[in-house]
């Protein structure tokens, strides 16, 4: 699978850069994948023409887009930690559209997101309990810092499927566009206002609002990959 067949850039003018995510035919999360991903993020983070990001894709759930010669997900971790704290820690505004079913790893792109438009048929789960998976560290902690207790219940104790307006009410929604069109349109819109806004100041304001989210996150991976590297340091010793 060629690169540009998951990860394309569209310009959109006014320094709206739109990031077209896919992975025919599943969309399935790899290693490579991930890594792709967030080597695009933090191209656009540092680009200054890029005043915000607009992401689309049809994300589907983490047990149906595994690489299917990934038998345990919990290989995946460091590339899932690494790619959506790079997307929660984006200094710049992003926007993201969401047409099908969001499920699994494809919730952390819209809850690291900054504002989310979703389409009227879409649906929005995290069923990781029912599959017996633990959320990875910077996931776990994105999802207490953007969900409220309640829908942290319904979400991920107990696997519940929340349509748009359910999702809307529960904050982690905007806006629901009833046709296709419309959903890039209304999405394209909002970027445009982000990236009007003063850029440095949004910067700012975005890194004192998430900075305690990513502190902990942060802390938590050194301590996971302290005791790694203190085996490497006895057996080399």
């Known amino acids: 699978m060629e690169r540009e067949e998951w990860l394309n ?3 959109h003018g006014d320094g709206v850069t739109e990031l077209q995510l896919g992975h025919a035919p599943d969309n399935q999360l790899t290693a490579e994948f991930l890594n792709d991903f967030e080597r695009e993020i933090r191209q656009l983070s540092e680009d200054p ?4 990001i607009l992401l689309t894709s049809p994300f ?6 595994l690489d299917p010669e990934i038998s345990d997900p919990a290989t995946l971790e460091p590339d899932l930690n690494s790619a ?6 984006c200094p710049k505004p992003v926007v993201i559209a969401s047409v099908g079913r969001c499920s699994g790893a494809g919730m952390f792109f819209v809850l690291a997101s900054d504002l989310r438009v979703s389409h009227s048929r879409a649906s929005f789960e995290m069923i990781e309990v029912q599959q017996g998976h633990h959320y990875p560290t910077a996931l776990m902690e994105i999802a207490r810092a953007v969900l409220d207790t309640n829908t942290q219940r319904r979400l991920m104790l107990t696997g519940q499927r929340l349509g748009p307006i359910a999702a809307r009410n529960a904050q982690f929604v905007e806006i ?4 296709l069109q419309d959903l890039h349109g ?3 819109k909002e970027a445009r206002k982000l990236a009007a806004l003063p850029s440095q100041a949004y910067a700012e304001i975005k890194r004192s609002l998430r900075q305690d989210c990513i502190a902990r996150i942060e802390t938590r991976l050194d301590a996971e990959l302290a005791p790694t590297a203190n085996e490497r340091s006895r057996l080399a010793g």
């Open 176 to 179: 629901i566009a009833d046709d």
């Open 49 to 52: 023409e890029v005043r915000a």
């Open 9 to 11: 850039r569209r310009l």
């Open 84 to 89: 959506f704290l790079a997307l929660y820690a």
């Open 186 to 188: 209304y999405a394209l």
């Open 60 to 65: 589907m759930d983490l047990s149906v887009g």
